[in-house]
């Protein structure tokens, strides 16, 4: 949900405003996707078919709720929870990129994010770093996901400012917090072995208005 987006009884991109008890969040994973190693850095991005209700036609990264089948019932349920997260990665990137990876591992967690109580449809999404595997090249499903690109963050920005592609709140946020780094393997360094803490955005509404408000921001509130 992009800030300045008007709210009152219309659509949100699929979504609808929450007027009651906050809607339980479904846990969830995203797979940030990189090539470049020590020179450069460029990330993958894929539309969602302009069919879905939800956010259709928006520019994401390859992700998707986790399922039932990506739990462990041996594993204790902290140890369930986390093994459950790395596979719904493993198996986003493959059902939407056409991307393997050899195990989830691989895969370096960078963020958690929350989706704001004021709304119905509702996430925890872990945000995970992975390199693109040699030798394989992703490709989309034509369903679900319609069209993919390789960007910089800098120019993934630059083509939503000028309507080119179209972002979501989130991803915005996580490509200009990337953009800071020089290089795929700069990232990857940077965000091996740090504490991630969860981010869950508010939405303040200014008449038919809807700002997104981040922890920090002046009118935040928990």
């Known amino acids: 949900m992009d800030a300045g987006d008007p709210i009152g009884d219309v659509e949100l991109r699929g979504q609808r405003p929450n007027r009651g008890p906050a809607t339980p969040p479904r846990l969830a994973a995203t797979v940030i996707l990189l090539r470049g190693g020590a020179r450069t850095l460029e990330v993958l991005l894929v539309r969602r078919t302009p069919k879905a209700r ?5 520019w994401v990264f390859p992700g998707g709720a986790a399922e039932r089948a990506d739990r462990d019932p041996r594993a204790q349920a902290s140890a369930s ?8 990665a493993v198996r986003e990137l493959r059902e939407e990129a056409g991307v393997e990876l050899a ?22 999404t872990h945000f ?15 369903e679900e996901c319609v069209d993919l690109r390789w960007f910089t963050p800098q120019r993934a920005l630059q083509a939503n400012r ?4 179209e972002l979501v ?50 009118g935040y509130e928990e």
């Open 54 to 58: 939800f956010m259709g036609g928006v």
């Open 81 to 88: 929870e986390a093994g459950a997260l790395r596979a719904a």
């Open 103 to 124: 195990r989830g591992a691989e895969l370096v967690e960078l963020s958690r994010w929350i989706t704001p109580r004021e709304v119905q449809i509702r996430f925890d």
């Open 128 to 142: 995970f770093l992975a390199t693109l595997p040699p030798g394989q090249e992703p490709r989309i499903d034509g």
């Open 162 to 165: 000028e309507g080119e592609i």
């Open 169 to 218: 709140f989130p991803t915005i946020r996580h490509l200009e917090q990337i953009a800071a780094f020089a290089s795929a393997d700069e990232l990857l360094d940077h965000a091996r072995g740090r504490e991630v803490h969860p981010v869950q955005p508010r939405i303040a509404l200014e008449g038919e208005v809807a700002h997104v408000l981040l922890p920090g921001d002046p």
